[in-house]
């Protein structure tokens, strides 16, 4: 069971850091590269406690639909989003949120699951793992950017 954490420290409130990491807006901008859309739920705005999303994007060369929820919510501290329905066996998000003098560090932490058995995991080790490693820190530069700049005032009216 691959276990993913990326940490990120950002030059701003927990509060703000914690609603740009849960703006679809801002989560499809970060995903242009992979055509990644909210084709249904939540389709704009911030997402909050019971609400589920529904992503299409390209990866791999193949159209992929994922759908996920979050299931827990402790605004600004801490929010998981949980496959409901998708490619893998399931995987578990979790968005954590500390506070850091006058900024935050951003805890990413990724627990997923191929399907398929020993192939899966196969597939988990040599490719996956290295992707989504790589998809999530592209995704935090770009919202650590957009955090530390005016930027973010496209996504949040405020914090």
Known sequence: MPILTIETLLDVPCERAFDLARSIDLHVATQTAHH???????????IGLGQ????R???FGFSLTLTSRIVQFDRPRHFRDSMVRGPFKRFDHDHIFEQRGA???MRDI???NSPFGILGKL???LILKRRLECLLRERNEILKRVAETDEWKRYLSET
């Open 110 to 112: 990724f627990d997923f």
């Open 123 to 125: 597939v988990d080790a």
């Open 36 to 46: 990644e859309q909210a084709v249904s739920g939540v389709t704009a705005g911030m």
């Open 52 to 55: 589920e999303v529904t992503w």
């Open 103 to 105: 900024g935050t560090l």
């Open 57 to 59: 994007a390209r990866h």
